[in-house]
């Protein structure tokens, strides 16, 4: 069975992906992990999956041809992650505009990226730049605990991972900067029984709970 996810899940999917194929002798889980557009444009071009679990409602209407029925799953939010030491004291996301101060988010066409654009612009106090625009989500974190950036805006299940290195500043408008998964079944995937299995088991307690412990927010 192939399911397409956000790169944002990597770390969590991972983990259940073992659970399932714990519980299911014989079942091999392969996951795609990429951004949401990218998932959806390939989905759209004939990929084979079985599953897509999109990161933005955008995307997952994008892929609505094979994926027309789709479920709320779970939600997460951008918040502003500098690390412990923190040297340049940032400690309010205005403290971006510090001289010296080098940050970094998502390319606005992921959702990480137009969140982080809504959740500064409900701010109204930034006038610098981000360094770089990048390409996935996955891309953002890493460059902070490289050390390669001050401050970066991330996802909070990010820093809920690496709260031993991180520390986050919340954006005050809590709607705007949120992002909510959808998840689907491929209408043409060959293995639809067997998604249907992992799409419950992804929305059993017991998933939801690892869920809500990695740090995502429940929608449904």
């Known amino acids: 069975m192939t399911v397409f996810a956000a790169s944002s899940l990597a770390d969590s999917f991972t983990t259940l992906g073992k659970l399932f194929e714990k519980s299911h002798p014989g079942v091999t889980v392969t996951f795609s992990f990429l951004a949401s557009p990218t998932l959806a444009t390939q989905i759209r071009a004939g990929a084979p999956a079985d599953v897509f679990v999109s990161a933005s409602s955008k995307d997952m209407y994008g892929a609505s041809a094979r994926a027309p029925i789709y479920q709320?799953?779970?939600s997460n939010r951008v918040v502003l992650a500098v690390p412990i030491k923190n040297p340049y004291k940032i400690?309010?996301?205005?403290?971006?505009?510090?001289?010296?101060?080098?940050?970094?988010?998502?390319?606005?066409?992921?959702?990480?990226?137009?969140a982080a654009d809504a959740a500064l612009m409900s701010n109204g106090s930034v006038k610098s730049k981000p360094a770089s625009?990048?390409?996935?989500?996955?891309?953002?974190?890493?460059?902070?605990?490289?050390?390669?950036?001050?401050?970066?805006?991330?996802?909070?299940?990010?820093?809920?991972?690496?709260?031993?290195?991180?520390?986050?500043i919340e954006f005050s408008d809590?709607?705007?900067?949120?992002?909510?998964?959808?998840?689907?079944?491929i209408s043409d995937g060959k293995q639809k029984v067997l998604a249907r299995t992992f799409v419950d088991f992804i929305k059993s307690s017991q998933s939801i709970s690892f869920l809500r412990r990695s740090g995502f927010g429940i929608t449904s």
Not at 134 to 152: C, F, N, Y
């Open 72 to 74: 709320d799953l779970i």
């Open 91 to 114: 400690a309010a996301i205005k403290d971006l505009d510090k001289a010296g101060v080098k940050w970094i988010q998502c390319a606005p066409e992921l959702p990480c990226g137009s």
């Open 133 to 168: 625009l990048e390409p996935k989500a996955s891309g953002v974190i890493a460059k902070l605990m490289q050390g390669e950036v001050d401050a970066a805006i991330v996802y909070h299940t990010d820093v809920v991972k690496n709260h031993k290195l991180l520390k986050e």
């Open 174 to 185: 809590r709607f705007t900067s949120s992002t909510r998964y959808l998840i689907a079944i």
